[in-house]
Structure formats: C-alpha cells, structure tokens
C-alpha cells in the first residue's frame, strides 16, 4: 500500500473515532489548540517580501493554515531538510532522504511578522512535543522543525523556542529543532492546494480543518477568508 493511500485509510479511521470521543470538529480543534504568548523578541523585518519554511507533520495541513493568514503571499508544500536532489513524494515517504515535508511560505512583514507565523505554528500548526511524527504521521519526514532562511529569523526562532520551554504549557518536553536552511523543492502538483480542494477528505476533516477553525477564533487580526493558492 502506498503512502497516499495509507493516509487515507488513517484519516477514515480516525474520523469515526473523534466524532464519537469528541462529537465534532469543534471540539477536535478545542482539544489540540494551544495559546501561546506574544514573542518576547521580534525583530521586524524592513522588505516588502520575505521567506520561511515551516514542518510540522503532513504538509496539506501547514499549507492549509498558512494560506489563510493574512499577509501570505504565496504557501507552497514541498521538501527541504536532506541532501536528496529532486525528491519525489514516495521516495521522501520511505523516511530516509533527512527531508521533511515542509511548507515554504512567502508573506509581506509590514502585514505579518516571522514572530506572528512562530505563534501559529505552535498554536495551531504543530505540536512541538510529538518526536518524528504528527498526529497519525509517523517518521522523520513529519518531524517538527522550523528552517529559518536568514540571521534575523534564526534569532527570533531561537528566542521564542527558548521563552516557550520557559513557559513549560505543554506536560511533555519541546522536541521542534532548528535546522539550517537547505534546498526547498516544491511537490507535487496533487499535494498543493489540497486541504481547500479535497476538505471532505477523512484525514482532512479530522487533521486539519480543526487547525484552521482554530486559526479563525485564536487569530482573528491575522485571519483571511480567502486562502492564498498555488493553482491561482
């Protein structure tokens, strides 16, 4: 069985279970939201157009928050993090290329800063506590893992992963790493977009619509109706 279809057979499963446990993707998304604080350093920077990369498990879901933030240019899934050129989805799937499925996101700084992406990452994004995995994903491609692209975000994402282990609001030790910044390359068309094309999917209304409810009531400054796509 491929990877695509195992996630499928996982998101069916799930779905009949959290209904049943939580009734609801309501409570799904009350239940994994996290509040963090505001960034003690922020650094803003001065551009118009700047770049991050984020991993945080199954990139249909990063890409589907992030697409929805307002300021976000562009949100592309991809790969990023090992040292195979060219990576293909099946190949990454395997969990030994070093690469994770990541999400490069482009967005204007005057309109959201780095500082406030690291807040929905870890609010809404991510559990930083889960080693190698994320929700059903398991292996080191769903890692949790930030890809600061210059000084500036590597000084905030260490400040801020620092303040949050500081804060001690999850029961298990923070496991995000900060890893340096390598090739991106971006993947398949069939990933992009797919949380907004496919959101009847079973893993997509389990995993991740409750993700971007969530974004909606934790951050309504930063929430946009309309999500960013690829394909436009």
Same mark, same amino acid.
């Given at each position: 069985?491929?990877?695509?279809?195992?996630?499928?057979?996982?998101?069916?499963?799930?779905?009949?279970?959290?209904?049943?446990?939580?009734?609801?993707?309501?409570?799904?998304?009350?239940?994994?939201?996290?509040?963090?604080?505001?960034?003690?350093?922020?650094?803003?920077?001065?551009?118009?157009?700047?770049?991050?990369?984020?991993?945080?498990?199954?990139?249909?879901?990063?890409?589907?928050?992030?697409?929805?933030?307002?300021?976000?240019?562009?949100?592309?899934?991809?790969?990023?993090?090992?040292?195979?050129?060219?990576?293909?989805?099946?190949?990454?799937?395997?969990?030994?290329?070093?690469?994770?499925?990541?999400?490069?996101?482009?967005?204007?700084?005057?309109?959201?800063?780095?500082?406030?992406?690291?807040?929905?990452?870890?609010?809404?994004?991510?559990?930083?506590?889960?080693? !190698? +995995?994320?929700?059903?994903? /398991?292996?080191?491609?769903?890692?949790? #893992?930030?890809?600061? =692209?210059?000084?500036?975000? @590597?000084?905030?994402?260490?400040?801020?992963?620092?303040?949050?282990?500081?804060?001690?609001?999850?029961?298990?030790?923070?496991?995000?790493?900060?890893?340096?910044?390598?090739?991106?390359?971006?993947?398949?068309?069939?990933?992009?977009?797919?949380?907004?094309?496919?959101? !009847? +999917?079973?893993?997509?209304? /389990?995993?991740?619509?409750?993700?971007? #409810?969530?974004?909606? =009531?934790?951050?309504?400054? @930063?929430?946009?109706?309309?999500?960013?796509?690829?394909?436009?």
């Amino acid at each position: 069985m491929s990877p695509f279809a195992s996630r499928f057979l996982a998101g069916a499963a799930a779905l009949g279970l959290g209904y049943a446990l939580i009734g609801g993707t309501s409570g799904l998304a009350a239940e994994s939201v996290v509040r963090v604080p505001v960034p003690a350093v922020v650094a803003p920077a001065t551009g118009s157009s700047e770049t991050a990369v984020f991993a945080g498990g199954c990139f249909w879901g990063v890409q589907g928050v992030f697409q929805h933030v307002k300021g976000v240019t562009s949100a592309v899934s991809g790969y990023t993090g090992g040292g195979l050129r060219g990576p293909s989805y099946e190949r990454v799937s395997e969990g030994d290329t070093g690469h994770a499925e990541s999400v490069k996101v482009t967005f204007d700084p005057r309109l959201v800063s780095y500082a406030d992406l690291l807040r929905v990452y870890f609010s809404v994004v991510a559990d930083p506590t889960q080693l !190698n +995995a994320q929700g059903p994903d /398991v292996g080191t491609q769903y890692r949790s #893992a930030l890809f600061p =692209t210059n000084e500036r975000q @590597l000084k905030v994402a260490n400040a801020y992963l620092g303040q949050l282990k500081a804060a001690k609001l999850w029961t298990k030790p923070i496991v995000t790493r900060i890893e340096r910044a390598q090739a991106f390359y971006p993947a398949e068309s069939y990933h992009q977009d797919y949380l907004t094309l496919h959101p !009847n +999917a079973g893993y997509i209304r /389990v995993n991740d619509l409750p993700k971007v #409810a969530a974004l909606k =009531t934790l951050y309504p400054r @930063l929430w946009r109706e309309k999500p960013v796509l690829v394909r436009s």
